[in-house]
């Protein structure tokens, strides 16, 4: 990432890793919608947090991503799964 000195958006060079936080309740479920979103691409799933009471969890998702495109629609899809409660 390289800040562009007119702007405060940064500039990206694809293709690029691009990290997610995948937080949801049923780990098992999530990682089905991350390989059925990721399909064909180079990612890489590891665990992260559970939550005090242990309800929710978290996964880090690394994927290779090719445009903002890509990485928006990533973003789009996991966010409306059913068994994903938030995406950072």
């Given at each position: 990432m390289i800040l562009d000195s007119n702007s405060k958006k940064p500039t990206i060079e694809y293709?690029?890793?691009w990290h997610y936080k995948v937080i949801g309740t049923d780990v098992d479920e999530m990682i089905k919608a991350i390989e059925l979103?990721?399909?064909g691409m180079e990612?890489?799933?590891?665990?992260?947090?559970?939550?005090?009471?242990?309800?929710?969890?978290?996964?880090n998702l690394t994927v290779?991503?090719?445009?903002?495109?890509?990485?928006?629609?990533?973003?789009?899809?996991?966010?409306a799964n059913e068994f994903v409660k938030m995406v950072l």
């Open positions: 293709p690029c890793d979103i990721t399909e990612y890489k799933i590891s665990s992260s947090n559970v939550s005090s009471k242990g309800k929710y969890l978290s996964l290779l991503v090719s445009s903002e495109i890509i990485r928006d629609i990533i973003f789009g899809k996991l966010k």
